[in-house]
């Protein structure tokens, strides 16, 4: 995951968003699927404010960082997101 891809990430989960999830149920009579049930759920994620202050926070350039160096940043930053769940096996 490039730079720009992994801030456009946290700058999403930073004003909140929105997705649609839909859901089919099949049956099966005579050897053909036919479409029994569909649903169709929209969810509203809120804006979560430690993503905003990460990127209030950030001012680092990570351009000039290479892919391994990219991937240990990420790592620090989903564990900062998360309170810790991630980076743990990078802390050792």
Known sequence: MGAE???EAILKVA??????????E??????ELRLIKRKE???DVPP???A???LLDDGEDY????????????NRLLAQLNGGEYGSETAS
């Open 5 to 7: 891809k992994l801030r």
């Open 15 to 24: 004003l909140g968003f929105s997705l649609e999830e839909v859901t089919e």
């Open 26 to 31: 099949y049956d099966a009579k005579d050897g």
């Open 41 to 43: 759920t929209r969810k």
């Open 48 to 50: 979560d404010l430690k």
């Open 52 to 54: 905003a202050k990460l």
């Open 63 to 74: 351009s000039a960082l290479s892919d391994e160096e990219l991937e240990q940043e990420k």
